[in-house]
Structure formats: C-alpha cells, structure tokens
C-alpha cells in the first residue's frame, strides 16, 4: 500500500505544485509591472523621489493590515469549495479589471484613487494562494515545491521586462492590459481545477474542529510568536522585513535608476530586469537543495551576502552592462532567501489551522518591508543622489544578515533544524 500511495502523494504534490505557480505567476504579473511602470506615472506629478518612493509602498502597507485578517478568516472558512479557492476566485479577476484603469488617469488624485483601490483588493488575496502550498503538500518536499512557486514568480519579471521592451513607449495604456488578462486566465484554469476542500491541511483542521477547538484568533498566534523565549520565529519575520526592504527597493526604483544614472529611456531601464529574471530562474530551484544539505537559515545567509555584495560593487561601474552583471548575481543570491523563508515559517506553524495566518505573517513582513524600503532609500537618493543607490540597497541587506545570523545561534541553542 505504501509503495503505490508514495507516487500518487507524488503526483498530487506536483500537481499542486503548478496551480500554486499558475496563482502566483498571474498575481506577481501584475505586481512586477506595477512596481515598474507606475513610478514614471507618478514621476509625471510629483518631483520628489521619497513621496514617489512612499507611494509605491502603500500597497505594502495597506497588506500590514489586510493580510493577516483576510488569512486568518480563510483558516476558520469552511465550504465545499475549501477554505482558499472562494477568495480566489472573486479578488483575482476584480483585481485585473483595476489594474486596466490605472493608466487612463489623467490626473494624480485619480491616479492615487486607482492604485489605493487595486492594492486593497490585490491584498485581499495575495496570502491565500500561497497558502495552498503548505495545505497540501508534506513538510519535507515544501522547499522544492516553493522553489517552482518561486520560479513562477520569477518568470512574471521577464515577462514585465518583454512588455516594458516592447509596448510601453509606444502603447503605454495596452501595455497595462496584457498582466491583466494573464491574470483573468490563470484565475479560470485555477478555479476549475483545484478544490482545496481535500488537502491535508485542511482535514486536519476540521479533525480539529470537531474535537471542539476553539477559532483561532489572529491575535493569539501574534502574541504567540512575541512572547515564545526562543526568538527565531519572531526574527525570521524581522529579517523577512529587513530584505524585503532591499529587494523592493532595487525593484520599484530601478526604472528610475536607469533614466537618472545611465541616461536609457523609460522602456529600455523597465527592460534592463530582464537578465536578472533569467538568472533568478537558474538560481531558485539548487537553492532548495542546496537548503535540504546544508540548511534554510544557512543558505539564507548566503543568499543575502551575495545579494548585497553585488550591487555594492555594481556602484564601482555604472553602466548597463555592468549594472545588469551586477543585478544578475543579486538576483541568483536573493534566491536563496525567497525560496527558503516562507518554508521556514511553514514548518515553525504549531498547528495546520494557522498556516494561513504564518503565510500572513511572511507576507505582512514582506509588504511592511516593501513600504519602507522604497520610502527609506528614496530619502538616501535625494541626499546622496542616484548614483549610489546599489550601495544604499547593499546596507539594508547587511542589516537583514545580521538578524538572521541571530536566528542560526539561536537554532543550535535550542536543537531546532532550520
């Protein structure tokens, strides 16, 4: 019985394994073209870097509030359809239709209007399908699975790349629809196919449910994590935060980076990521096993080390093409770090009922990081200038290094494998 249960375990899990990346990628579509293309939009309203910088986080900081409760809600849903798939189904496609009306503001009150309402939404279900993961699939084969997710997410900043290369200068309103119905589709394919009313995280939580548990409260799995005296959890989150920072800083200001220090248009800077994007793809999938033999929170370490060294030394030379060699080795190291910590935060959840609130708690931290990176380093940009802004980046990173060689001490204190 077991030798033919392990491949259809198999089977299942690779299956699901897709939906999950066909839910990402249709999500991350949107969000790389975002981060891309609407810097300019507000650059044509509003001079200063750090306002602009601000605004681009407010997605992120509208998620501090949004995720935690829309995943704790989906933990306690119950439906025939699951406890994922109905949100699903009703955010995603909402979420495209806003995002085919950002560019046909013409004034900035609209503009903010738009962007605040597609963040909301965009947020309402931004933990759910990542959540789906963790739900079906066994502890173990979580890295590699979240590696493919990653991948999926990945391929959305080529795809941004292509889209910034090939329609923005010249149908800059089209080139906004395109995201938008990957969007549409990946959400019927998803919709159609998975019920997610039969994944292991979700039986075990009805088996929790009819011993007469009580509904997990967002609040208690906070104060949880704060008061745990091992501290790791609470400083995944930290360092979760910490890069994000980083990384949504060299994503949502890049584009202006490249009109600014390297005099391309506003195309060619959106397609400069292209590289990176190819390089990240490589990297994600040996990053899981190279995290299955020497450890997550070690190949995190290493992933970040190598994250900022290579746009500190991308300051030295700024040209495109050292530019662009500079963010395809950040990219390949920045791998190690998105695929292994949301894995990581998986396998600390005390019970299958909060998983939804642990992939809450990993993207809260990465929009709060997201808010603040930008805003932050924008500040850096107008005192300093924009020819160091790799190296503004490369400081965050060190400091997101440093919390999570804390985590490492921490594991061998307390006998945890990370």
């Known amino acids: 019985m077991t030798s033919l249960a392990a491949p259809a375990d198999r089977r299942l899990a ?37 306002v602009v910088g601000l605004l681009m986080g407010m997605d992120n900081l509208l998620g501090v509030f949004v995720q935690p409760w829309i995943a704790n809600r989906s933990d306690n849903t119950r439906t025939r359809w699951g406890r994922r798939i109905p949100y699903l189904a009703v955010g995603m496609p909402l979420a495209a239709v806003l995002f085919t009306l950002i560019p046909l503001a013409a004034a900035l009150p609209a503009l903010i209007a738009i962007i605040f309402v597609y963040s909301l939404v965009g947020n309402s279900f931004k933990p759910i399908a990542q959540a789906l993961l963790p739900d079906f699939i066994e502890p173990d084969r979580r890295g590699r699975a979240n590696a493919v997710v990653k991948i999926a997410s990945g391929l959305t900043v080529i795809v941004s790349a292509l889209i910034s290369a090939l329609l923005v200068d010249d149908h800059p309103k089209l080139a906004f629809t395109v995201p938008a119905v990957l969007m549409l589709a990946c959400t019927a394919v998803l919709v159609l196919r998975v019920r997610d009313n039969s994944s292991r995280g979700y039986q075990l939580a009805l088996t929790e449910d009819s011993a007469d548990e009580p509904a997990v409260r967002l609040r208690d799995v906070v104060k949880d994590i704060v008061r745990d005296p091992n501290r790791s959890r609470l400083l995944v989150v930290v360092s979760v935060l910490l890069f994000a920072s980083a990384w949504f800083s060299s994503r ?85 770090f998105l695929i292994n910590a949301a894995v990581v935060l998986w396998n600390l959840a005390p019970s299958a009922r909060v998983i939804g609130v642990y992939t809450g708690l990993y993207t809260v931290s990465w929009a709060v990081g997201g808010f603040i990176g930008p805003g932050l380093v924008g500040a850096m940009v107008d005192v300093t200038g924009w020819r160091y802004l790799l190296l503004d980046i490369a400081l965050l990173a060190a400091i997101a290094v440093a919390v999570i060689l804390r985590v490492s001490v921490l594991s061998r204190r307390h006998a945890t494998s990370l």
């Open 252 to 336: 949502s200001l890049f584009t202006p980076y490249g009109m600014e220090t390297l005099g391309l248009s506003r195309g060619t800077a959106g397609s400069l990521t292209f590289p990176s994007g190819v390089a990240f793809l490589l990297a994600a999938y040996p990053a899981a096993l190279l995290a299955e033999r020497i450890g997550r929170i070690r190949t995190m370490t290493i992933g970040m080390v190598v994250f900022g060294a290579a746009l500190a030394l991308g300051t030295v030379v700024p040209t495109p093409a050292a530019t662009v060699a500079a963010f395809c080795v950040a990219a390949a190291g920045a791998s190690g």
């Open 14 to 50: 690779r299956r699901i394994t897709f939906f999950v990346a066909l839910a990402v990628f249709a999500q991350e579509a949107t969000w790389d073209f975002y981060d891309a293309q609407v810097p300019p939009l507000l650059r044509e309203h509003i001079t200063s870097t750090a």
